[in-house]
């Protein structure tokens, strides 16, 4: 898809997780894309997006930490790094020729959640146990000991 004069709007909003009724909302940003025609914003895609936090869990928020998120700093850290992470991420989509969902951009955007768990469970694998091993440690060693 070809966008002229591109231009991507954020807009975090809050939504209350299903079933829940503890008070803390679900944090989301909506993404709108489209182009900037003589001075006036045209939608052409909205899209939904999870805020994750640094250790990859979803950002949940109460009702009076969302309405003062300017004053609080960390949450406005967090929606910020997001906002500027969307920005290049569309960005990229759109120039390597990529559909345009909130399920591809959330896989582009956390790319690397996948990517770390993989990871664990390959290293996990690469141990040795036998006899000798056995006689000196009780438990399976890592084959680069």
Known sequence: MKFEN???R???????????????????IRVFIGSNDDGRFRNKITL?????????KQVLVSADEFNNRKSNKTLNLIILKTESKINDTVRRMIEGNVK?????????????IKAKK?????????????DEVEKFYSEPVPVEV
């Open 6 to 8: 591109l231009e991507i």
């Open 10 to 28: 954020t807009n975090p909003f809050k939504k209350s997780p299903p079933r829940k009724k503890n008070g803390l909302y679900q944090l989301k």
């Open 48 to 56: 939904e997006i999870k805020v994750l936090d640094d250790t990859n």
């Open 100 to 112: 345009l969902t909130s399920e591809n951009l959330f896989k582009y955007l956390y790319k690397n």
């Open 118 to 130: 993989v990871g664990d469970a390959i290293e996990a694998e690469k141990t040795i146990w036998n």
